[in-house]
């Protein structure tokens, strides 16, 4: 099932390692975990970011723009997801017969040497749930290593080398890349429809999941209130969590915001949950990490502190600021889903127009889920639509965000992200909420709105 028979060769200090796409948000972490090894490791991306920036910061070689000769003296090519054979590097290193794996092989291969390896599934949730077992584990003095698809104030950065014996990551189901790692732990917080580009149907998804909790060696952790999952794991043992009374571990006594509630194990009290983020998704993304911790056997104490810690990830209802007496915050959804939970959290803050600057994510995404989009995107008070961001496709279906407003009452449709920038300046009233949402650049908007005119060019 696992395909990490050659790697192992390759991931050894002293080899040169080369990352086609390195600046990518696990490719990032992934280039400096390699390095922090004792290899050799250069990369390169499409454009310059704050995470190519990161990269050269740490003395790894970063080419901008993807050329057959940026791969010279290396062992090894590791590449993203998005690098498909065409890619210079990529055709250049066949040809040469340097090997090119990819990288969730390259993940998988760096867990083996764990004695525990948590793996975070699911839909949604994977980034905020890492990141509060990371605060936990941290607490507990396990030194983890750790792979966070986004930012953690706590560590900051997105990863961290631990010299523990505890390796902890978000493990996607796109294209499967779970299925080359290597869990003791394997958490499935939810199976949702997505990433329908790859997988036939929910069903088709499922089954993937099936397949990655049956690798898990020593457990597996799902979400028992979630149908989905538990049609995904038939067959397959596990301590569920959820709000259920039938779960194994599950939350009592719940205040009304959702954040502060008691969790049960077995029946038996573990430990109390005061959280710093806000919404019932985050309530089960908590009793997540509880059953993982006590699953471990981490004491219930440092569970609550460690929980109590965490206020958030990066581009996760992250506050940005204030523009004209509106709160403006930033958050990664983007799939019906999440637009719902988030919407969901942001009316428990009170009585505020919600003003939501949506950037969906890839064509097939928008074209497939498009009737869901509409129902939670009709949720928001006002609604600023920004183009579709491509990521890895091409617009080979010929849809836009424009489709997407002209069934949305009120909406407005913008080209550009000067645009949706220019939009919000024009129609923030003091008390809004400001969201700028989605998995692609949006957040500049937002960015560009708080830093005033002179930035707009930035965008």
Not at 363 to 381: C, G, H, N, Q, V
Request: hydrophobic letters at 40%; glycine letters at 10%.
């Amino acid at each position: 099932m696992n395909k990490n028979k050659e790697i192992s060769a390759y991931l050894k200090p002293g080899c040169h390692v080369h990352l086609v796409g390195i600046g990518g948000v696990s490719m990032r972490p992934l280039g400096l975990v390699l390095k922090g090894m004792g290899m050799t490791v250069s990369g390169s991306d499409m454009s310059s970011s704050v995470s190519t920036d990161e990269l050269i910061a740490h003395g790894i070689h970063v080419d901008i723009g993807h050329s057959a000769k940026n791969i010279e003296g290396a062992d090894c090519i590791i590449r993203t997801a998005a690098a498909h054979n065409d890619n210079p590097e990529i055709a250049a290193a066949r040809a040469a017969g340097i090997p090119v794996f990819e990288r969730a092989q390259a993940w998988g291969e760096i867990m083996k040497s764990y004695k525990n390896a948590i793996c975070i599934s699911g839909t949604h949730g994977k980034t905020t749930t890492t990141s509060m077992m990371t605060h936990i584990l941290m607490e507990a003095g396990r030194d983890p290593t750790v792979m966070i698809g986004g930012y953690l104030p706590l560590l900051h950065a997105g990863h961290r080398v631990g010299k523990g014996d505890t390796i902890v990551l978000e493990s996607c189901e796109y294209c499967d890349s779970f299925l080359n790692f290597y869990p003791t732990l394997a958490v499935v917080l939810n199976v949702e429809a997505d990433h329908l580009d790859y997988f036939k149907d929910l069903a088709d998804i499922q089954k993937s999941f099936h397949k990655f909790a049956g690798m898990a060696s020593d457990g597996v952790i799902a979400n028992g209130d979630d149908p989905h999952t538990v049609q995904a794991l038939e067959g397959i043992p596990y301590v569920s969590f959820g709000l259920g009374e039938t779960n194994r571990v599950r939350a009592a006594n719940i205040s009304a915001d959702w954040r502060h509630f008691d969790v049960l194990c077995d029946g038996k009290p573990y430990c109390h949950m005061d959280l710093g983020v806000l919404g019932k998704h985050n309530t089960m993304n908590a009793l997540a990490v509880a059953a993982t911790a006590w699953y471990m056997g981490i004491p219930g104490q440092q569970v609550t502190d460690g929980v109590k810690a965490f206020h958030g990830a990066g581009r996760r209802m992250e506050y940005k600021g204030e523009y004209n007496g509106a709160k403006v915050y930033d958050d990664y959804a983007h799939h019906p889903d999440e637009l719902r939970a988030t919407l969901e959290a942001v009316r428990s803050l009170g009585d505020h127009r919600v003003v939501l600057a949506f950037q969906p994510h890839t064509y097939t995404r928008t074209k497939l889920l498009m009737d869901d989009f509409i129902r939670e995107l009709k949720k928001a008070d006002v609604v600023v639509l920004a183009e579709i961001y491509a990521a890895r496709e091409s617009n080979t279906i010929g849809i836009s965000s424009a489709d997407l407003a002209a069934r949305i009452p009120g909406s407005v449709y913008c080209e550009t992200l000067q645009d949706v920038t220019a939009c919000l300046r024009s129609i923030i009233q003091p008390g809004d909420i400001v969201l700028t949402m989605g998995a692609g650049d949006i957040f500049r908007a937002g960015e560009a709105l708080l830093a005033g005119a002179e930035s707009e060019e930035k965008v």
